[in-house]
């Protein structure tokens, strides 16, 4: 792209002074921005261009991954990376009496995501990009994103997320390829040439415009492609509706990610997006493969769709209708090319997110979809009762269609080759427990791919001191390779090279101090533990344990003046949806007890409680590399994988953690003895939901300390609080303790402990800490991809 930094400064001062239409000395970083970006996207087309002429002239299978969310942070100094001239532009940069840190801080995250889900979808482009394959993305360009959280007096508030205040620099409208995505209406059916033909009329239709963003790969020339569609009004508005409520309807598809469905307006919202998403990805797709192919009969040879989570399972009886109504095949035969090419990976276990809808709310949104649907599990039923005659136990349980509902994980298996979870623990709970059945019927469909993320994001970029000590003792194959990691187990006792990882650390945690410093006028001390919960707010991931146990410490300070723990800096980020109230009540929490904790003179120079508000990528990639210890505490059985724990472990923190997830493997390849892992087992939480014996009075009555913190929740304890808190008591004693807090709160206590003994002996920590970094090239998501591409899509890189 640029050859020296005398080239890149002369460019870029030309082009600031173009796209900005000001002087360099007027510019602002916003400015700088936009001009350094565009100069990156503009060199990338070209490269682009030649990537899509090359696998059309080739005819190789193409990948294309559909997914609600895109978590993507920030793309200016990943593309920079990936195009090897990140050293270059930030030498020029610098001499023109700017660095690339604060350009960096001029980009927004872009409001495509939320959590795990959305940033492992990132992670697979960038990997899909990395390894030559020909792999695109799909998803949906949320104007306000998720949300904006503020916090106010210790309460959530949620603000439309502005991340396109300034456009985007990255994207490329292509209004000449909008599809056309009707909704509601009516089917007739009619026989044309001895068929029947179905015809959707009276349908409310909107326009799906794409925006198109290059996938940069690292250290190679191919460009893939991320799709995001708008919603915008069709040129022919329903003429029976207010045309400026049409308008407003139609641009709430793409307004928000994941609206609150808590009414039946929002439950249609969120039906709307997921078919907006897959009617225009796939009529987008069909028209790219039929500009180089006759026919469509091969489909499935040329072309993998993969659907991330059951939100776009509708791309199944979509897929269908397009063969059917519109190719004009026949049943069997557009059936079989179907379930070809379709795969889908299952990211959940717990019923809540197992997706359902109402055949109530389906039916006259979907009219031909849900014929579709319909048939599909008519069939499917007949050939269970093949498999199973007269057991309608089983049959009932293992439809599509039940008691009134779409069950949407149902379809996304019977339509699919291949079902994936996303763990070992979380795949074996999926065969023989969750999709117990279905695991039966379709044995050869089910395998595991353990989860990964790309460790250029989340080493490079986010940690290049790391980067640096690591390529100075073992070379730099390893960024190409990352489990060549591994050769850094021969250094785990090398004094001098502890000493480097050491003070890298210190210096990253000097960073966030200060971060946290400028942004809340909060000291910590950063020689302190520093302890970090960063992930979505759910019940299950049990943010609440972290905190009873903080209040449990101040407890002890306040009663017992000789014990003083090891200074400890609990860091917390989290967002909580909109209608979910116990995780809002969990935020309030956490604020309430560090106005406690982090002002009592007692406790103040001890403990320090941090809630960093706005969790997002571009903050993460500041906490990760600080942290000491990485708390994955959520109960067994439940978290399907985590990719947060593969993260810190990749920048030398040690996880805290349950025996769930991803966290298993983390600990098979690190070793006992280099992971802190406490509580119930994933059989044990099983056999308590399947047969009872758990009762939380039982340990609230016998164990002090825990019927100390949760009377705290209702007390007065935290006068700002009174009434707030008993929604989280009720969950714990009321509700029996559904997540099995109480049950793993001394584990995880002594846990606690055992982690601040490990940290005082600092060989030992720092042993521990080049152990994980060592086994964590396993977790690259280049590694999962390579298992994706060989064993489920049949893709090889292009040549």
Not at 70 to 76: I, K, M, S, Y
Not at 260 to 283: A, E, H, T
Request: charged letters at 25%; glycine letters at 6%; hydrophobic letters at 40%.
């Amino acid at each position: 792209m640029f050859q020296s930094k005398d080239e890149f400064k002369a460019s870029f001062s030309q082009r600031l002074e173009q796209t900005a239409g000001v002087s360099f000395a007027n510019s602002t970083k916003q400015h700088q921005y936009q001009a350094l970006g565009m100069m990156v996207r503009e060199f990338v087309s070209t490269n682009w261009i030649v990537s899509n002429e090359d696998i059309r002239k080739s005819g190789q299978k193409e990948v294309y991954y559909l997914s609600i969310e895109f978590l993507l942070g920030r793309l200016l100094v990943s593309s920079l990376i990936n195009l090897g001239v990140k050293d270059i532009v930030e030498k020029g940069l610098r001499e023109l009496g700017i660095e690339l840190s604060e350009l960096e801080e001029a980009e927004a995250d872009a409001g495509l995501g939320n959590g795990g889900l959305g940033r492992l979808a990132a992670c697979f482009l960038d990997s899909m990009a990395s390894l030559k394959l020909s792999g695109h993305g799909h998803g949906i360009r949320y104007k306000h994103g998720l949300f904006e959280q503020k916090i106010i007096d210790g309460y959530q508030v949620e603000l439309p997320e502005q991340w396109l205040r300034n456009g985007n620099v990255w994207e490329v409208r292509k209004p000449d390829l909008a599809i056309e995505v009707p909704f509601w209406g009516d089917v007739q059916w009619i026989e044309k040439d001895g068929k029947l033909v179905f015809v959707h009329e009276h349908a409310e239709t909107v326009l799906a415009v794409p925006f198109d963003m290059p996938v940069l790969g690292y250290d190679t020339t191919r460009v893939n492609t991320l799709r995001l569609w708008g919603a915008e009004p069709a040129k022919h508005y329903p003429p029976h509706k207010d045309f400026m409520q049409y308008k407003r309807d139609t641009e709430q598809i793409s307004e928000f990610l994941y609206p609150n469905d808590m009414s039946n307006d929002g439950k249609i919202l969120r039906l709307k997006q997921q078919y907006f998403l897959v009617r225009s990805s796939l009529k987008s797709i069909i028209n790219d493969y039929k500009e180089n192919h006759s026919d469509l009969f091969d489909f499935h040879e040329h072309v993998a769709i993969h659907i991330n989570d059951t939100h776009p399972a509708l791309a199944i009886p979509e897929l269908m209708r397009i063969f059917i109504d519109e190719e004009g095949m026949k049943w069997d035969q557009a059936w079989t090319i179907v379930t070809n090419t379709i795969s889908y990976t299952n990211h959940t276990i717990l019923s809540e997110a197992m997706e359902k809808w109402t055949i109530e709310l389906f039916k006259p949104l979907f009219p031909r979809i849900y014929m579709i649907v319909e048939e599909i599990n008519e069939r499917f039923c007949k050939e269970l009762w093949r498999e199973y005659p007269g057991d309608w136990d089983r049959i009932e349980e293992m439809a599509i269609i039940a008691h009134g509902f779409v069950k949407m994980a149902h379809l996304s298996i019977v339509g699919s080759h291949s079902i994936n979870g996303v763990a070992k623990l979380h795949t074996e709970i999926l065969k023989k427990r969750e999709m117990k059945n279905f695991h039966e019927f379709y044995p050869d469909r089910f395998s595991n791919k353990t989860n990964g993320i790309t460790h250029r994001r989340w080493l490079l970029q986010a940690n290049p001191e790391l980067t640096s000590s690591i390529s100075k003792v073992i070379g730099t194959k390893w960024i190409s390779e990352p489990q060549r990691l591994a050769e850094l187990e021969k250094f785990a006792d090398d004094s001098s090279f502890q000493l480097e990882i050491d003070e890298m650390k210190q210096k990253k945690k000097r960073e966030l101090a200060k971060l946290i410093f400028d942004k809340d006028l909060l000291p910590v001390d950063e020689h302190s533990i520093f302890d970090v919960q960063i992930k979505r707010l759910h019940a299950y991931k049990r943010q609440l344990l972290n905190v009873l146990h903080i209040m449990h410490l101040y407890n002890r300070m306040k009663e017992d003046s000789s014990f003083r723990p090891h200074p400890r800096t609990f860091i917390f980020g989290a967002k909580a949806a909109p209608g979910y109230d116990y995780a809002k009540k969990v935020i309030k929490l956490i604020h309430s007890v560090a106005n406690i904790v982090n002002y009592d003179p007692v406790s103040k120079d001890t403990l320090r409680v941090v809630f960093l508000d706005n969790y997002r990528v571009s903050l993460a990639e500041k906490i990760i590399p600080a942290t000491n210890v990485s708390e994955q505490i959520s109960t067994a059985s439940k978290e399907a994988s985590g990719t947060g724990n593969m993260k810190f472990m990749m920048n030398g923190a040690v996880t805290l953690g349950t025996l769930d997830g991803a966290n298993v493997e983390i600990g098979e390849l690190t070793g006992p003895e280099n992971i802190f892992i406490f509580g119930l087992k994933a059989e044990e939480i099983m056999h308590f939901e399947k047969y009872g014996g758990y009762h939380s009075h039982d340990y609230y009555h016998n164990d002090r300390r825990i019927k100390q913190v949760v009377d705290q929740l209702t007390s007065g304890f935290f006068r700002d609080s009174y009434y707030d808190f008993e929604t989280l008591s009720d969950s714990l004693l009321m509700e029996n303790d559904q997540y099995f807090l109480l049950k793993d709160f001394s584990a995880y206590a002594d846990a606690q402990d055992q982690v601040a003994a490990a940290y005082t002996d600092r060989k030992r920590w720092l042993n521990m800490s080049i152990h994980n970094i060592a086994q964590s090239g396993f977790f690259s998501s280049d590694r999962t991809v390579s298992e994706y591409a060989k064993e489920i899509w049949n893709v090889q890189p292009l040549s």
